[in-house]
């Protein structure tokens, strides 16, 4: 496993943007994909957005595509993810994860959480009417 830092969220007014960091420690952050899931009380966490290795694959929740940005900066060792126009139903704890433990070192996206090993502690995002 690696150790995933969150920063950011909060509570902000519907129509409103934050933005969600993710420092990683492992030198090796450019080899291999990490994403961002959310969890809201009583549901399951589920996918929210993915980016491979370098960058060059990125996939979307369709209830977050032309709203939500993920990046990541390899020479910096962080993964973000910027939310605009965000919605009530946004209103969730959201967390990193990292394709990166015990089972290996994966470059490639995916939308299922039980493909990733290592998570952040999760940030509480809060989005009012």
């Known amino acids: 496993q690696v150790r995933l830092v969150q920063s950011g969220g909060g509570v902000v007014q519907a129509g409103g943007s934050l933005t969600l960091s993710c420092e990683v420690g492992a030198r090796a952050f450019g080899e291999f994909a990490m994403g961002w899931f959310r969890q809201a009380p009583m549901k399951e966490r589920e996918f929210v957005a993915v980016?491979?290795?370098?960058?060059?694959?990125?996939d979307y929740a369709d209830f977050v595509k032309g709203r939500f940005t993920i990046s990541r900066d390899n020479a910096k060792y962080i993964l973000s993810l910027q939310m605009r126009s965000l919605k009530p139903e946004d209103s969730a704890v959201y967390y990193c994860?990292?394709?990166?433990?015990?089972?290996?070192?994966?470059?490639?996206?995916?939308?299922?959480?039980?493909?990733?090993?290592?998570w952040g502690h999760g940030q509480q995002v809060i989005v009012s009417a």
């Open positions: 980016i491979n290795w370098d960058g060059s694959s990125i």
């Open positions: 994860g990292a394709r990166v433990g015990h089972r290996g070192v994966y470059r490639e996206t995916s939308r299922d959480k039980g493909d990733y090993d290592s």
